[in-house]
């Protein structure tokens, strides 16, 4: 008997991870782009996983696409030889949900790495990560100096 695609431990826990990363890296790229700095209470380790599982979640969507000419959902579904119709149908809808944001994150941090770069900040220091960390350790302090007043 077969089960849905994201009926399994594993299928639930990529897709959570996923999920939650393209919803920091999302968060992150806003922040970003609003201050020139990373949201303030997001740890870097969180934040630099989010953007890798990012990465080579998209690295793979994309390569589907490439090699087998084909969106990485229907790839998913076509593979996993479900007994129903409609567990495909159904596991589709998540499936896609994370896609979307996936395409969203992708592209999100190259738009905001060349507004950084539009913005003179020197992100070839900085890791690519198109934070200049001078500037925001300065606005850190000056946020909890003012938070001491």
């Not at 997001?42 to 969507?61: G, H, K, N, P, Q």
């Not at 596991?91 to 950084?116: E, T, W």
Request: net charge negative; hydrophobic share 50%; glycine share 6%.
């Amino acid at each position: 008997q077969h089960q849905p695609i994201l009926s399994n431990i594993f299928g639930w826990a990529s897709y959570g991870l996923i999920l939650a990363s393209c919803i920091v890296t999302l968060w992150s790229e806003v922040s970003i782009f609003k201050t020139g700095c990373g949201p303030l209470y997001l740890a870097d380790i969180v934040e630099r996983t989010a953007y890798e599982t990012v990465l080579f979640a998209s690295s793979i969507m994309w390569f589907t696409r490439i090699a087998f000419q084909q969106d990485l959902v229907e790839w998913i579904v076509e593979r996993n030889t479900l007994a129903k119709q409609d567990d495909a149908n159904t596991a589709k809808v998540p499936l896609l949900l994370a896609q979307i944001l996936l395409y969203m994150a992708a592209v999100g941090a190259f738009v905001v790495l060349l507004n950084q770069v539009l913005n003179n900040v020197d992100v070839f220091n900085s890791g690519f990560s198109g934070i200049d960390e001078s500037v925001c350790q300065a606005k850190l302090g000056y946020q909890q100096m003012l938070l001491k007043k």
